[in-house]
């Protein structure tokens, strides 16, 4: 919850709110109104919305209340700006540093949110580019149709290009954002489907630390707080591309891969404190009393070590995974290295430190300096490629 005396602002101080601001509030507001008039005020959460949120308020997040018509209790909330949103009105207005002017906007006239949403006004941008009877755009058709220069830098970086041309923002910033998109705290997510499938993972938050980690209570930890406030834009590509003759890797011919659409997602309050709740308990249990390890090695004498984490599926949605580059399970360390003919030193820093000895099965006695009981590799909240590709699958046609 926002709360303006934080920001040690003078008791006279007025914030002027534009007519374009005034109108997306003024629709965040409709819709919470709604579901607390259909009495489904237990649907709340700040992703729903922009710049006007219905945050929990209680002392402690483990505290609901009653609603009318209706025996479920949801959450107490109240409404509150988000925070960017506030942040820019100062800078604007009473710093002077007119932030959301320098980074563009993608509604340029208020009107458009007369009679269309915020978002319906942002997918429209995209909507020329859908996948049609007569045209399929792809990579190379956008890079094409957008004068966009590319080389060998810029590849990774091409769908953000790609999109800030859709959607008519200054082309010279790594990231995608607009005055909307920061206000309303918008994620912008590209995914790759390979061959119509979800290739990956969706990773969305490292966790620094398992002591601190073990420390939190689900209601009020990390990851409730932001499924509970996040809205993502996803836009969605599909790539063709074969392997590379002899190699594990994909090619990466920009006339291969195809836009699919985007459309906006939060994730419904019934997944955050259903299946999201369960398997965090679940894996933070099992890290207070000590996650079970497994050595054990693949045909190729490779060491792979597998624990008990519950494994992503449809149903339980969220995991913990690796979010290292490189698998560690000893305490962070100097190690020597050859470059260019010298020894240079770097730092091995992919494990973290347990709150609780971990389990071991079938580990050899002579590896157990590498694979300790207090260190394990550092990971990250994942959401399974089986959930993102039921929110995303509406968009295959």
Not at 90 to 102: K, R
Not at 116 to 133: G, M, Q, V
Not at 187 to 208: A, Y
Request: proline share 4%; net charge neutral; hydrophobic share 35%.
């Amino acid at each position: 919850m926002v709360d303006l005396r934080d920001f040690n602002l003078p008791k006279d101080t007025v914030l002027e709110i534009s007519d374009k601001d005034f109108e997306i509030i003024k629709q965040d507001w409709e819709k919470i109104s709604k579901l607390i008039n259909e009495s489904k005020a237990e649907e709340l959460s700040e992703g729903m919305t922009n710049y006007l949120g219905a945050c929990t308020k209680a002392a402690t997040g483990a505290e609901f209340t009653t609603q009318v018509g209706s025996e479920i209790k949801p959450k107490p909330r109240a409404y509150s700006f988000k925070t960017k949103f506030i942040n820019e009105l100062i800078n604007t207005q009473i710093i002077g540093n007119d932030h959301s002017a320098a980074i563009n906007s993608i509604v340029k006239d208020a009107n458009e949110l007369k009679n269309n949403s915020l978002e319906e006004i942002i997918i429209s941008r995209f909507l020329p580019f859908y996948p049609t009877n007569k045209k399929v755009w792809s990579q190379q058709d956008l890079i094409e149709n957008f004068k966009i220069k590319t080389n060998e830098k810029s590849q990774k970086n091409l769908n953000n290009m790609i999109i800030r041309r859709i959607l008519n923002l200054p082309t010279s910033k790594a990231e995608v954002t607009s005055e909307e998109i920061e206000k309303a705290e918008i994620r912008l997510k590209t995914i790759t489907l390979r061959d119509g499938n979800l290739k990956e993972h969706f990773k969305f938050q490292s966790v620094p630390s398992f002591e601190a980690l073990v420390s939190e209570n689900w209601e009020d930890s990390s990851v409730a707080d932001f499924l509970d406030r996040t809205k993502f834009l996803l836009l969605v590509f599909n790539d063709l591309n074969d392997k590379q003759p002899g190699k594990n890797t994909y090619e990466t011919n920009p006339e291969k891969i195809f836009f699919v659409g985007a459309k906006f997602w939060n994730m419904p309050a019934s997944d955050i404190y259903g299946p999201c709740k369960a398997v965090w308990e679940s894996d933070v249990d099992k890290l207070k009393k000590g996650v079970e390890l497994t050595y054990t090695k693949d045909s190729s004498g490779k060491v792979k070590i597998l624990n008990n984490f519950i494994k992503p599926s449809l149903e339980n949605v969220l995991h913990l995974r690796p979010g290292a580059s490189k698998s560690q399970y000893n305490a962070p360390y100097y190690k020597t290295i050859i470059e260019n003919g010298k020894e240079k030193k770097i730092y091995m820093n992919n494990s973290s430190k347990l709150p609780c000895n971990s389990k071991w099965i079938n580990r050899p006695e002579a590896e157990k300096d590498i694979y300790t009981d207090n260190y394990m590799v550092k990971q990250a909240w994942w959401l399974s490629k089986d959930y993102i590709f039921e929110q995303i699958k509406d968009l295959l046609r």
